[in-house]
Nanobody
């Protein structure tokens, strides 16, 4: 089994900063990419940022220059999302996603965490 567990979501004031974390655990051979998605109330889930095993990153236009995705230097199974200059419209449940190969030479599977709530409000 593979699990993704997010943490760090809290209430923060506009203009503030926050770091959310995602830790993958279980039967993992390799992780091809990890990503953060957000889903606002009544809205579809949308991509925020992706980081590949090679360290390449991609960001949604709405967060470029404000958010940074990175991996833990010692644990390739942990990814962070640093959020700066937060706006009320960033309020959402933030979900972690990972593309994982459980056994060498086999296909990859998609895994999702349960999400962590980030609320930006004064």
């Amino acid at each position: 089994q593979v699990q993704l567990v997010e943490s760090g979501g809290v209430l923060v004031q506009p203009g503030g900063s926050l770091r959310v974390s995602c830790a993958a655990s279980g039967s993992i051979c390799s992780i091809l990419a990890m990503a953060w998605y957000l889903q606002g109330a009544g809205k579809q889930r949308e991509l925020v940022a992706v980081i590949t095993s090679g360290g390449s990153t991609t960001y949604a236009d709405s967060v470029k220059g404000r958010f940074t995705i990175s991996r833990d230097n010692t644990k390739n199974t942990v990814v962070y999302l640093y959020m700066n200059s937060l706006k009320p419209e960033d309020t959402a449940v933030y979900y972690c996603h990972a593309e994982i190969r459980r056994l060498a030479g086999t296909r990859t599977y998609d895994y999702w965490g349960r999400g962590t709530q980030v609320t930006v409000s004064s």
